[in-house]
C-alpha cells in the first residue's frame, strides 16, 4: 500500500492506494503519528485507491481515530472505494467514522465539529483494547452475533 500525507494547516488528507491488509498498518500508523508531530488533530482518509481492506486495517483506522480524538481532533474518510465503503457499512462504522463523497466535505465536516478555540487536547484512554459495538440488528446479523 502507499500513503500520501498533505498538511494543510490545521488539516491533514492522508492518500491510501492498493491493498490496506496487516502488512501496510505500520505505514499507515507511521504517516498519522507524522501528522500529529506536525500539530494536527484534523484528519482525512481518502480511501478511492484501496480495493481491498482487512480487520486488522480497519483496527488501525479505530485507533487512529480514537488517537485524533483524544488530542482534540477528528478523522473522517472520502472518496472511498466501493469495497471499503461496504465494509464499513456492514459493520455498522460509518457513525463512527463518517464517509464523505469528496475531500472537501470531509475536511469541512471536522473543520465544523472540531473549531480552532475548541482543539485541546485530553486525555487518552487505554488502548489495550478495542470492542465493536453495532448500532443496528441488520448488521448484527450479517456476522453473526
Keep these: 500500500m502507499n500513503t500520501d ?5 490545521r488539516y491533514a488528507v492522508l492518500r491510501l492506494s492498493g ?23 484534523l484528519l482525512v482518509l481518502s480511501l478511492r485507491k484501496v480495493k481491498f481492506i482487512n ?5 488501525a483506522v479505530l485507533r487512529a481515530r480514537k488517537e ?7 478523522l473522517a474518510a472520502a472518496r472511498s ?7 464499513f457499512t456492514k459493520l455498522g462504522l460509518e457513525p463512527v467514522v463518517p464517509f464523505y ?11 465544523e465539529l472540531v473549531p480552532a478555540e475548541q482543539a485541546e487536547a ?24
Design 5 to 9: 500525507l498533505q498538511l494543510a494547516g
Design 101 to 111: 463523497e469528496e475531500e472537501e466535505d470531509a475536511v469541512e465536516a471536522l473543520l
Design 55 to 59: 480487520s486488522t486495517a480497519i483496527g
Design 19 to 41: 491493498d490496506f491488509e496487516t502488512y501496510a498498518v505500520g505505514d499507515f500508523l507511521a504517516a498519522v503519528a507524522e501528522a500529529r508531530e506536525q500539530g494536527v488533530n
Design 122 to 145: 485530553v486525555e487518552a484512554e487505554d488502548d489495550s483494547a478495542l470492542l465493536f459495538r453495532f448500532y443496528a440488528q441488520e448488521q448484527a446479523d450479517l456476522f453473526g452475533r
Design 81 to 87: 472505494s466501493a469495497f471499503v465503503r461496504e465494509v
Design 68 to 74: 485524533l480524538k483524544a488530542a482534540g481532533g477528528g
